[in-house]
C-alpha cells in the first residue's frame, strides 16, 4: 500500500492525491494495489495514473493479447498447414515445458522468476519461428512417406531422413540463443534461456519420442481429419463367377 501521500487541490474542482507506494512499482503487489484504487472509488470519476499504473496496464494488455495471439498462431502455422492436430497438441506441450523449465532455472538461480510482460510474447514468437518448425520438418517428411508406404513405414522412413540434419540444426540453434544469457540485460537474457530450452526439448525429446509414437499407436487416425490415400482398405469382394449374368458358362470340349 501507499507509503507516504499528499492531497493538492488546483484552480479547478479537482482533487490531486499524490501517493508513493511501498512495493516496487513493478511487482504483483503494484498491480493489487493498483486496481483496488480503481475499484474504490466506482461513479466519482476519479482516475489513476502514474509509473503502476502504466506497469499494471502494460501487464494486463500483454497478457490478453498471449491469450489471443499465441493460440492463433499455433492454429494457423500447425493446423491450417499441416492438418495435423497432433503436432498442435505436441507444441502447446513442448512451449508449457519451456516455460515451466526456464521458470524454475530463473527462480534456483536468480531468486525470482519475474519476468517483463513483452517476455513470454518474444519468446514464443521465437520458438514457434526456430524451434517448432524442427517438428514441422519432421511430420511434412513422415506424411510425405506415408503417402506412398502407410503410416507405420513413414514413421520409420521420415526419422531416419531427418534425424541428423534435425539434431544438428537444433544444437546449433539452442548454443546460439544460449549466448544471450550473459548479456547485462535481464530479459534478453531470459529470452535467450527459454528459447534455448525450448529448442532443445523440442529436438530431443518432442522430436524422437512426442511425435512419433503418437502416430505410430493412433495409425491412419493420426491425421485425422485428412485420411491419406495408402491408409484407404480397398474394398475386396467375392470373386467373379464362372457363368455369372452376361456371361456364358465355361464349357468342357468332349473327348
Excluded: K
Amino acid at each position: 500500500m501507499a507509503a507516504t501521500a499528499a492531497v493538492s487541490a488546483g484552480p479547478s474542482a479537482g482533487v490531486q492525491i499524490l501517493a508513493t507506494l511501498s512495493d516496487t512499482p513493478d511487482s504483483a503487489r503494484a498491480r493489487h494495489t493498483v486496481s483496488r484504487l480503481r475499484a474504490s472509488p466506482a461513479g466519482t470519476g476519479a482516475l489513476v495514473g502514474g509509473q503502476s499504473a502504466q506497469l499494471a496496464d502494460l501487464h494486463q494488455a500483454s497478457v490478453r493479447g498471449d491469450r489471443l495471439i499465441m493460440p492463433l498462431v499455433l492454429a494457423a502455422v500447425l493446423a491450417v498447414l499441416l492438418r495435423c492436430l497432433l503436432l498442435v497438441a505436441a507444441a502447446w506441450v513442448s512451449l508449457f515445458t519451456a516455460f515451466g523449465a526456464a521458470a524454475l532455472l530463473f527462480q534456483m538461480v536468480l531468486g525470482s522468476s519475474v519476468t517483463e510482460p513483452a517476455v513470454v510474447l518474444f519468446s514464443f514468437v521465437f520458438l514457434v519461428a526456430l524451434g517448432v518448425d524442427c517438428n514441422i520438418f519432421l511430420v511434412h517428411r513422415i506424411r510425405a512417406e506415408a503417402v506412398r508406404h502407410g503410416t507405420a513405414a513413414g514413421v520409420r522412413g521420415g526419422l531416419v531422413t531427418t534425424g541428423g540434419v534435425i539434431s544438428a540444426a537444433g544444437l546449433i540453434l539452442a548454443a546460439t540463443f544460449a549466448a544471450l544469457a550473459v548479456m547485462p540485460l535481464l530479459y534478453l537474457a531470459q529470452i535467450g534461456c527459454i528459447v534455448a530450452i525450448g529448442v532443445l526439448i523440442g529436438t530431443l525429446l518432442v522430436r524422437l519420442f512426442l511425435v512419433p509414437a503418437p502416430i505410430l499407436d493412433l495409425g491412419p487416425r493420426a491425421w485425422w481429419p485428412v485420411r491419406l490415400p495408402s491408409d484407404r482398405r480397398p474394398v475386396t469382394g467375392p470373386a467373379p463367377q464362372a457363368g455369372g449374368p452376361g456371361r456364358p458358362a465355361a464349357s468342357t470340349p468332349a473327348s
